[in-house]
């Protein structure tokens, strides 16, 4: 979405932290928690919430950004520190794909915001993710100086998204 904004394709986009481009303003939405998504076939454990060690076992789909993969990143160094090995089946850019996977009935264990699982999984059992520091965190982003005739009305735009998904614009934006 970053490129598609510097070439102009885009205004402004949603995306997630951490941003490349240190030219881009940015709002942060509210955060929200990743959650174990199991699949029909999985028996989730009886407790709330799950770590490194219920689901070194379990077949993951994880879902990975294609640059700065924070959340990914801090997963698998979860896993290190505890000395174990996550078995990762399938890791994807895109938490429609890792969906369909379970939807279709495969046999794993989806690590995804807890937004998709509301929005579009509430069928599935899921258990809270127990691992430090693993937040989903949303990001509005916009370019610093905008390259349109239609400045005042884009910025009015973004400053209304912003703040209808519950980000906090900062005055000079």
């Known amino acids: 979405m970053e490129n598609e904004i510097l070439i102009s394709n885009l205004d402004f986009s949603l995306s997630l932290l ?21 699949g029909k076939k999985m028996k989730a454990p009886s407790k709330k919430s799950v770590g490194v ?8 789909l994880l879902l990975r950004r294609g640059t700065g993969g924070l959340e990914y990143n801090t ?30 009935g495969m046999n794993a264990v989806g690590i995804l915001p807890k937004v998709v699982m509301d929005l579009l999984l509430n069928n599935f059992e899921s258990r809270a993710l127990d ?18 005739r239609y400045n005042y009305l884009i910025k009015e735009v973004f400053r209304f998204t912003a703040e209808s998904l519950g980000g906090v614009i900062p005055p000079e934006s």
Not at 18 to 38: C, D, G, I, R, W
Not at 75 to 86: D, I, T, V
Not at 131 to 148: D, G, K, T
């Open 53 to 60: 060690t219920d689901l070194t076992d379990m077949p993951l």
């Open 18 to 38: 951490p941003v490349q481009n240190p030219h881009f303003k940015t709002v942060l939405l509210p955060s929200q928690e990743y959650v174990a998504v199991y």
């Open 131 to 148: 691992i430090p520091n693993m937040q989903f965190l949303p990001v509005l982003i916009r370019p610093e100086i905008f390259c349109s």
């Open 75 to 104: 997963l698998l160094q979860s896993f290190q520190r505890q000395g174990q090995h996550p078995k990762i089946i399938v890791d994807s850019q895109d938490s429609r794909f890792l969906i369909s996977l379970l939807e279709d």
